[in-house]
């Protein structure tokens, strides 16, 4: 007898409802839910292929515990036994930043990844956190802290309304969106055009979304900070800035002209190779349009200028009005947002509070960069100490982060190290213990982090589709343990981590005159709270103290758990509306267009007009079938165009005499490795293309589909000296490398 439910889908940031087939506790099927509010039936072959990923029998079924050398199966109690007696000697000998945190992709994809590790690193007391946002979207926090001051204040193109959109280094019809949670992108992308709307891309690549557009433009890699400033420049010089109901909450314009006075569409031309009156011509068409949103992702943040690009995006939406409108860039609001203040001065966003030990660089969001991490833990200091016991929750660094072999071996010399992970692969490998968390049909779900970011404001719930089978412990209630057994409580009971937080939450809310609780019982509040678990009880607090919620009865027919439970397919709560300038956290209380950091940064950028590399570079590419690196090991998702092969161009593979098929090796500073040209004219003459993720050879490994074809690991062409230096982000994109044809 098969059976249907339904399931947030958790494998990219589009967040699909999907209707699971399940036969007894498999799940066999999986297609769009065309009744759920905001993703209306969509699907793509990975969400297609949940029952395959779910049901991988390469998953980790129990914890193990290193033994004499080796990893060996045990018991729930003997790998939390083993992560106290591992954890909390380097804490007492050698004081909290001893304990390095690594937290990668998925926690943004799991209930238990968005309420734990905060308690974790609040546990803690370490400075040592090392997450995958410093290989991904950092600059854009940092420019958002210091425009909006706050760095999760992100605006988010309004996809189904806007008439231009100019979509910068993304390539959702691939990726299916990022920092701009949106199921369907293509679907809305087609949309835009056959309202009449504008789409322009720019990528150095032919990717299957700039054979979307109206106009591809294939820069040169690492310079649209340089495209966009020439635009913002060309706004001024031509009298098109107009911020319209933008001007009372902007500060800084007067400024800001005079800083970008240098960077006109001549100067930064040969630079991003691209033609003046080209630059010019976007410009004037995104002041022109009725409305219009600039969108960049990876390609803009993961490169040298990565804060100035992610900063001149939002400058560009700002001079032209487009901020905070119906069609332009919006500021989602979640229904787990926190309670609304009232606008006015805020306390700011500050940079560099602390420094990394050996390589001095500054924190950004409480983080230190994931490229420094191997350094943490290889390199002595006269002052500080190593890392030397790290707690990694859905991360595989070695293949995610530059230099993968060099964090290989230092990972190999920690007194201690623990994974949660559902695999036993490149990072974990290295663990003493691995407690693996249950597959996302048994995990509850709800997109804390994604709802935030969504084009459309939505708020969905799904309980775990299938139980917990016997054996498994939920996610959350291992990160539980794991928090306790940092602390020194290893034993107590974990729900204690969810009342501590609960009574926390409460005990703030109540003395917040702005909060609808203020003055009233704490515990009444909390003996109001619905729910079967914590973290439902935690999310039905989040909702009722959020801006839709009941208020605890303030607003009876706000929202609640109980609530969404009754609308499975969830509740839609609108288009975005304007919302400025409540979002805004500045000390000015308006939007400081030209902050500090920024204008100190602006030199280098200057700088960066005469550069012209005379090599190749490289840039990075995704597939729809695939996810980072742990979607290798699935058959169903490999194979056909999925490959870890060099993307090259014709021009370049006949000068260097590469056919096509043929090995090539690949040199950049961090090392070398071989992969298979693909002699292709999708990306640009000077420019190859290696997908990440690749490189499954290491031994002591568990994926017995992915070490098959196991593919190189890009990111081994890095040394991870080369930084965004005011986020700390790496540079993966446009990085120098040398070719050799193999016979
Ligand atoms: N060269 C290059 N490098 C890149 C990128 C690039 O574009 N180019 N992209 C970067 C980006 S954007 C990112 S986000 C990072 C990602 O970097 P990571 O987060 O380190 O990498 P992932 O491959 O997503 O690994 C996720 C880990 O989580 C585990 N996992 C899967 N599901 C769950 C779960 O439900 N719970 C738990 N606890 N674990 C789970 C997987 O087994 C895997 O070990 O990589 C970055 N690296
Ligand atoms: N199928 C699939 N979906 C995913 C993921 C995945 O691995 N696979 N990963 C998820 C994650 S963690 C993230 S962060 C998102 C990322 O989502 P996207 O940002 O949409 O990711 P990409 O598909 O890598 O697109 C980046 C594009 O930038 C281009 N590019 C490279 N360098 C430059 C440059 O200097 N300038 C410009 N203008 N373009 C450049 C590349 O050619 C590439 O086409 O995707 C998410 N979704
Ligand atoms: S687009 Fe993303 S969320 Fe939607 S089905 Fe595909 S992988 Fe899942
Ligand atoms: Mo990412």
């Known amino acids: 007898m098969s059976r249907t439910a339904l399931r947030i889908c958790p494998l990219c940031e589009a967040t699909c409802g999907l209707t699971l087939t399940i036969e007894g506790t498999r799940v066999t099927g999986a297609r769009g839910d065309r009744d759920d509010v905001f993703s209306k039936g969509f699907i793509c072959p990975k969400g297609a292929s949940f029952g395959a990923v779910d049901g991988d029998p390469d998953r980790l079924r129990t914890p193990l515990v290193r033994r004499d050398g080796a990893l060996r199966e045990a018991t729930w109690e003997?790998?939390?036994?083993?992560v106290a007696a591992g954890l909390r000697p380097v804490v007492e000998e050698h004081g909290p930043d001893a304990v390095g945190v690594v937290l990668g992709n998925p926690n943004v994809h799991t209930m238990a990844g968005a309420l734990y590790p905060s308690v974790l690193l609040g546990a803690l007391r370490t400075r040592s956190l090392f997450t995958a946002s410093t290989v991904d979207q950092m600059p854009k926090h940092v420019s958002s802290g210091l425009l909006f001051g706050d760095p999760n204040a992100i605006p988010v193109p309004d996809l189904d309304h806007t008439d231009h959109l100019l979509l910068i280094g993304a390539n959702p019809l691939e990726s299916n969106g990022s920092l701009c949670t949106a199921p369907d992108f293509p679907g809305k992308l087609k949309a835009l055009k056959a309202r009449g709307g504008r789409l322009t891309v720019v990528d150095p690549r032919r990717t299957r979304t700039a054979k979307l557009a109206d106009r591809h433009l294939a820069i040169r890699p690492g310079t649209d900070a340089l495209l966009l400033a020439a635009m913002a420049h060309t706004l001024f010089a031509e009298d098109l800035a107009d911020l319209g109901q933008l001007a009372p909450h902007v500060e800084g314009l007067d400024e800001l002209r005079g800083a970008l006075a240098d960077f006109s569409p001549e100067a930064v031309a040969p630079a991003c190779d691209l033609d003046a009156g080209v630059v010019r011509a976007l410009a004037r068409e995104l002041a022109a349009a009725p409305t219009a949103a600039v969108y960049a992702r990876i390609g803009s943040c993961t490169v040298p200028h990565g804060t100035l690009a992610s900063w001149l995006v939002d400058v560009l939406n700002i001079l032209t009005g487009n901020l905070d409108r119906p069609?332009?860039?919006?500021?989602?609001?979640?229904?787990?947002?926190?309670?609304?203040?009232?606008?006015?001065?805020?306390?700011?966003?500050?940079?560099?509070?602390?420094?990394?030990?050996?390589?001095r660089h500054?924190?950004?969001?409480?983080?230190?960069?994931?490229?420094?991490?191997?350094?943490?833990?290889?390199?002595?200091?006269e002052e500080g100490t190593p890392v030397r016991a790290l707690i990694a929750v859905a991360a595989n660094p070695v293949l995610s982060a530059p230099d993968g072999d060099r964090l290989d071996k230092a990972l190999g010399s920690l007194d201690f190290m623990v994974s949660v992970d559902p695999y036993l692969n490149e990072t974990s490998r290295h663990a003493h213990v691995v407690l693996p968390p249950p597959p996302p049909s048994q995990s509850p779900h709800h997109d804390f982090a994604f709802n935030t970011l969504a084009v459309r404001n939505q708020v969905r719930y799904t309980r775990p589709a299938v139980p917990l089978e016997p054996g498994r412990m939920a996610e959350s209630e291992i990160l539980a343990r794991l928090i306790l057994a940092a602390a020194g409580m290893h034993g107590a009971d974990p729900g204690a981590v969810d009342t501590m937080v609960v009574d926390q939450t409460l005990g703030k809310a109540v003395q917040d005159e702005h909060s609808p609780v203020h003055g009233r019982d704490p515990r009444d509040l909390a003996a109001l709270l619905t729910g079967d678990t914590g973290p439902e009880r935690?999310?039905?607090?989040?909702?009722?103290?959020?801006?839709?919620?009941?208020?605890?009865?303030?607003?009876?027919?706000?929202?609640?758990?109980?609530?969404?439970?009754?609308?499975?397919?969830?509740?839609?709560?609108?288009?975005?509306?304007?919302?400025?300038?409540?979002?805004?956290?500045?000390?000015?209380?308006?939007?400081?267009?030209?902050?500090?950091?920024?204008?100190?940064?602006?030199?280098?950028?200057?700088?960066?007009?005469?550069?012209?590399?005379?090599?190749?570079?490289?840039?990075?590419?995704?597939?729809?079938?695939?996810?980072?690196?742990?979607?290798?090991?699935?058959?169903?998702?490999?194979?056909?165009?999925?490959?870890?092969?060099?993307?090259?161009?014709?021009?370049?593979?006949?000068r260097i005499g590469v056919l096509d098929g043929a090995a090539v090796?690949?040199?950049?500073?961090?090392?070398?490795?071989?992969?298979?040209?693909?002699?292709?004219?999708?990306?640009?003459?000077?420019?190859?293309?290696?997908?990440?993720g690749w490189g499954h050879d290491r031994p002591g490994t568990r994926l017995s589909h992915a070490t098959a074809d196991p593919g190189v690991n890009v990111n081994q062409l890095l040394d991870g000296s080369l930084l965004d230096p005011l986020s700390g982000n790496a540079v993966l994109n446009g990085i120098p490398v040398e070719l050799v044809a193999l016979p």
């Open 538 to 654: 935690r999310l039905d607090l989040m909702l009722r103290l959020g801006p839709y919620g009941d208020g605890f009865g303030a607003r009876p027919d706000g929202l609640t758990l109980e609530k969404l439970l009754a609308h499975p397919h969830g509740i839609d709560l609108g288009p975005l509306r304007p919302r400025l300038p409540q979002p805004l956290k500045t000390r000015s209380g308006k939007v400081e267009l030209l902050p500090e950091p920024i204008a100190a940064d602006l030199p280098r950028l200057r700088r960066a007009l005469a550069e012209r590399p005379e090599g190749l570079v490289l840039v990075g590419r995704r597939h729809l079938r695939s996810n980072n690196s742990w979607m290798h090991n699935v058959p169903a998702l490999t194979g056909g165009s999925n490959r870890c092969t060099l993307h090259i161009h014709p021009d370049d593979a006949a």
């Open 78 to 82: 003997e790998a939390f036994d083993a």
């Open 362 to 381: 500054p924190e950004a969001k409480g983080e230190l960069p994931l490229s420094a991490l191997a350094e943490e833990i290889d390199t002595a200091t």
């Open 665 to 692: 090796r690949v040199k950049g500073a961090g090392g070398e490795v071989v992969a298979p040209a693909e002699v292709t004219d999708g990306v640009r003459p000077g420019v190859v293309s290696l997908p990440h």
């Open 327 to 359: 069609g332009g860039a919006l500021f989602p609001r979640a229904a787990t947002d926190r309670t609304p203040r009232p606008a006015g001065p805020g306390r700011g966003f500050a940079l560099g509070r602390w420094h990394s030990r050996v390589g």
